[in-house]
């Protein structure tokens, strides 16, 4: 079992940055694939990265690609978003999950676990 809180959600201006963080309690964390999705009000939800258990392969959605960046430390069971010149297209609830295949994936129905989400507003 593995339980997931996002933190880091919040108002920022178009061209700013945010970071998003998100905590997973148990052991296994380091055995997951770890990855980021967000849903904006009326669409449905959407990939936006992803990251290896090893951190080695990462992966983003076109959208995000040059201006996201997903990370991990395993030692604090903690996957961070960085996000940087934002749109106002951006502007989502954010979700991470936890994939317990370990490679990485685009595929929503692969990941096990969800957080409950932060929500990123960036204003024009």
């Known amino acids: 079992q593995v339980q997931l809180v996002e933190s880091g959600g919040g108002l920022v201006q178009a061209g700013g940055s945010l970071r998003l963080s998100c905590a997973a309690s148990g052991r296994t964390f380091s055995s997951y694939a770890m990855g980021w999705f967000r849903q904006a009000p009326g669409k449905e939800r959407e990939f936006v990265a992803a990251?290896?258990?090893?951190?080695?392969?990462?992966y983003y959605a076109d959208s995000v690609k040059g201006r996201f960046t997903i990370s991990r430390d395993n030692a604090k069971n903690t996957v961070y978003l960085q996000m940087s010149s934002l749109k106002p297209e951006d502007t989502a609830v954010y979700y991470c999950?936890?994939?317990?295949?370990?490679?990485?994936?685009?595929?929503?129905?692969?990941?096990?676990?969800w957080g409950q989400g932060t929500q990123v507003t960036v204003s024009s």
């Open positions: 999950a936890a994939d317990p295949g370990g490679l990485g994936t685009r595929t929503q129905h692969e990941y096990d676990y």
């Open positions: 990251i290896s258990w090893r951190g080695d392969n990462r």
